[in-house]
């Protein structure tokens, strides 16, 4: 039977007492105490919830983003199947309050990878189906799962090139999981063969695309006309820069200053990545010491009101609030964690600006190969090149927009993958 290795499960045992030591954020500490008691709640929901006559499927999705393509896969699985019942599941607390918005009888934190809470899940739960997302798969609950015989399938499969799940010790340590899987849904077919370098057999793999395309050109057009967002629209002069981290704001800033000076009604939208008070009030100091006005904050602007910078001191809004400008902005290229999603901006057919590092992400190189994604150079050419490229587009809304629908039309032809995972599912689960 495959195994874990030994040292993997006393590394795991080892390690959880200590995590509490490494958190400082409140809310990854009460995570992790709810990770704790998650096996206990998932066997009893099993044992007592679930109605033993109907399957059972469980989703795992580590955070938010991953979130996001279960949600699109269980949505459409649940209309091939709607017979099934759903668990899902994540880790982050930032997707405990994402997880309400999945459509599944019942929602909690996984439990940690440890031999004794997964065998407690899975005598609970007696899942017919467990789905990992992305490239979240933990070898002991894959391993343990298929000791059970249950079918494990992986949905939005993918594999940066730069992934550290490709190196030693890492592939070592998770191969064991992966060689568990029934099937594997990968985005793309170099996705499919990196998945095979980390041990699922060739043979088992499927391309299926990217269920976040369907995710999210979901979300956009669905957005109801008299969203509260929408009242900051002003396409024609703004600019929404999402995710950002200090240096994206400091490039941004200082292009900024220079882009109003010819452009006096210009406008930015930041959205940093972390809005913690440190991290605004640093914003605000940047501003001021680009000679710009100082930003005004979200939570506090007043009806009308259209300030030169605006700093979105909220989490949740990001993909809403890209149409309410008409270029886009998207943070992380500038350090080793690599671009955030370019795909709502995308979805709202704006065009896209992005820092030189994106860590081999398909969806830049997509984007950018329809013409609708623009890569800034590095150092100190980031900033002329950030200011020439804002400038033209704000003097230019033919080709500003152009570039925005060609963003659009390449993740339309990208769309169906959602349903083509469902498809997958369903045929695993199929008899049961």
Known sequence: ?????????????????????????????????????????????????????????????????????????????????????????????????????????????????????????????????????????????AVRAAAHDVPIAMVAATVSPMSGRLRWPARLTTRSGYQSLTLAGAISSDDAARLVRLGCPADRIVVTGDPRVDSVLGIVDAMPADDPLRRLADPGVTLVAGSTWPEDERILLAAFAAVRAQQPKARLILVPHDPKPEHLASIVAAATAAGLDAPEKLSTVSEGARPAVLVVDQLGVLARLYAAGGIAYVGGGWGRAGIHSVLEPAAWARPVIIGPRDRGSRDAKLLEGAGGLVRLPPKEAAVPALTAQWLSWLGDSTARNAAGQAARAALTGERGAAWRNGEMLSGMIEGR
Do not use: C
């Not at 795992?60 to 668990?87: I, M, N, T, W, Y």
């Not at 009888?105 to 899940?121: I, K, T």
């Open 1 to 141: 039977m495959n195994t874990t290795p030994a040292w993997y499960r006393a590394a795991v045992r080892t390690a959880i007492p200590f995590v509490p030591w490494l958190l400082r954020d409140p809310r990854q500490r009460a995570a992790h105490v709810a990770r704790l008691g998650a096996a206990e709640r998932l066997a009893r929901w099993g044992e007592l919830g679930r109605d033993q006559a109907r399957p059972v499927a469980w989703f795992h999705a580590p955070s938010v983003g991953e979130g996001l393509q279960a949600r699109a896969v269980v949505e459409a699985f649940r209309a091939q199947r709607p017979d099934v019942q759903v668990v899902f599941t994540h880790y982050s607390p930032s997707a405990a309050t994402f997880a309400a918005t999945v459509s599944a009888d019942f929602r909690d934190y996984l439990p940690y990878d440890r031999p004794l809470d997964v065998e407690r899940v899975l005598t609970g739960l007696k899942p017919d189906l467990l789905v990992f997302t992305k490239l979240d798969l933990w070898p002991e609950l």
